[in-house]
């Protein structure tokens, strides 16, 4: 029973580069949920995905950030031009359906380093 | 007023003893609660959730809820050095699925 995953654990880019974070649920999860962990401080929502569909974005700044959950393969957080801000851990979270009493499973996290 | 917020930590406790940790919220419509632990440098794991008024038991874990108070709090009984990490309160809004947390309080269980 494979849990969330994540790749990579750690990635380091330098100021202007593009980072690709990767998640694939639960098997069986069918929604996906991104959280970003900046240092000492708690996580804040960024997006909510199923096959196909970006559900909320709400959280997630309007430029250089995307996401996507397509139909076959995991879902991919993208950072273009990144900048020393975005230094954070990124969780990745599934659960089998939604509503406010579904349990969210989370991933082991990237933790990104902008140089 | 923030969505959640927990005391503030950190929380240092002798091995044995109780850690109490407390959560409020404010969307009155929250029907559901949860707490995770995150140890340091790791991913955030679910200990307890919590949908109805009362207290709930898992082990050496209970969770408290109080709707009219909106107030959730979590006790860790018989403390271990292994219980050290941060603990997070984290609500969604009514039905929604976008968790909200508490900054997290930070247990310290001395050996």
């Known amino acids: 029973n494979a849990g969330v995953m994540q790749n990579p654990r750690h990635l380091v880019r330098r100021r202007g580069q593009e980072a690709r974070l990767r998640c694939s649920p639960v098997?069986?999860?069918?929604?996906v949920y991104w959280y970003r962990q900046l240092p000492e401080e708690g996580l804040k929502f960024m997006v909510y995905?199923?096959?196909?569909?970006?559900?909320?974005e709400s959280g997630m700044p309007k430029e250089r950030f995307s996401a996507e959950f397509p139909k076959e393969g995991p879902s991919i957080l993208r950072i273009q031009q990144v900048v020393r801000g975005d230094s954070a851990a990124y969780f990745c979270a599934s659960s089998p359906s939604t509503g406010g009493t579904d349990t969210q499973y989370f991933g082991p996290g990237t933790r990104l380093t902008v140089l | 007023q923030k969505e959640v917020e927990q005391n503030s930590g950190p929380l240092s406790v002798p091995e044995g003893a109780i850690a109490s940790l407390n959560c409020t919220y404010s969307d009155r419509g929250s029907q559901s609660f949860f707490w995770y632990r995150q140890y340091s440098g790791k991913s955030p794991e679910l200990i307890m959730f919590i949908y109805s008024n009362g207290d709930k038991e898992d082990g050496r874990f209970t969770a408290q809820l109080n709707k009219a108070s909106q107030y959730v709090s979590l006790l860790i009984r018989d403390s271990q050095p292994s219980d050290s990490a941060t603990y997070l309160c984290a609500v969604p809004r009514g039905n929604d699925y976008k968790l909200s947390f508490g900054a997290g309080t930070t247990v310290t269980v001395r050996a």
């Open positions: 098997k069986g999860h069918s929604h």
């Open positions: 995905l199923q096959k196909e569909n970006i559900i909320d």
